[in-house]
């Protein structure tokens, strides 16, 4: 099975900050990866698919890159409402998401 | 517009089975899966089981031993069914649908809370 590593596991930062979330595969997924936003109390929230298409109505500072087992998720400018667990799925060989990345307002 | 919604029992005896309704509305469960997803408390989250839209199953195979799933497309409704209940199978069970090739879980349910007594 492809395990999905998420770093950081916790991240902190200001406000109009542009932040990396980071998503390591076991093996090779060929962009086959998926984001989805959890905020606290809901249901996830699809973000980004195939590693870098926008879902719809999702802002355009959230985006999405990388390639063979190296994935990012990138907020060009963190907003309050963007405080939230982000999970990475692949679904190249099986299914499994990620352990999540929280991040925080500092 | 789409809505998904969970049903079932919220506290359930261990060693006892699990039964769950996926109510649909706004699509056609011929045209899109359903996959069940859980998250035990405060931890991440782990894909159960999908029905495709031609009623074709796959099960992760850590629990394909405990699980089936199926649907009833006239009612709209997907059924999970899980036995052996363990403490540890405590968690928010949400219904999601499947749209397309990349898995794109594009609406979900709001998820049902189930307890596993011992």
């Known amino acids: 099975d492809i395990q999905m590593t998420q770093s950081p596991s916790l991240l902190s930062a200001s406000v109009g900050d542009r932040v990396t979330l980071n998503c390591k595969a076991s093996?090779?997924?060929?962009?086959?990866l998926n984001w989805y936003q959890q905020k606290l109390g809901e249901a996830p929230k699809l973000l980004i698919y195939y590693t870098n298409n926008l879902q719809t109505g999702i802002p355009s500072r959230f985006s999405g890159s990388g390639s063979g087992t190296d994935y990012t998720l990138t907020i060009s400018s963190l907003q309050p409402e963007d405080v939230a667990t982000y999970f990475c799925?692949?679904?190249?060989?099986?299914?499994?998401f990620g352990s999540g990345t929280k991040l925080e307002i500092k | 517009q789409v809505q998904l919604k969970e049903s079932g029992p919220v506290l359930v005896q261990a060693s006892e089975t699990l039964s769950l309704t996926c109510t649909v509305s706004g699509f056609s469960l011929t045209n899109y899966g359903v996959i069940w997803v859980r998250q035990p408390p405060g931890k991440g989250l782990e894909w159960m089981g999908i029905?495709?839209?031609?009623?074709?199953?796959d099960y992760n195979s850590a629990l394909k031993s405990r699980l089936s799933i199926n649907r009833d497309t006239s009612k709209s409704q997907v059924f999970l069914k899980m036995n052996s209940l363990q403490t540890d199978d405590t968690a928010i069970y949400y219904c999601?649908?499947?749209?397309?090739?990349?898995?794109?879980?594009?609406?979900w349910g709001q998820g049902v809370m189930v307890t596993v007594s011992s």
């Open positions: 029905i495709w839209r031609n009623g074709n199953t």
């Open positions: 093996q090779n997924i060929n962009k086959n």
């Open positions: 999601t649908r499947v749209y397309g090739y990349n898995y794109l879980f594009d609406y």
């Open positions: 799925f692949q679904y190249n060989s099986g299914l499994t």
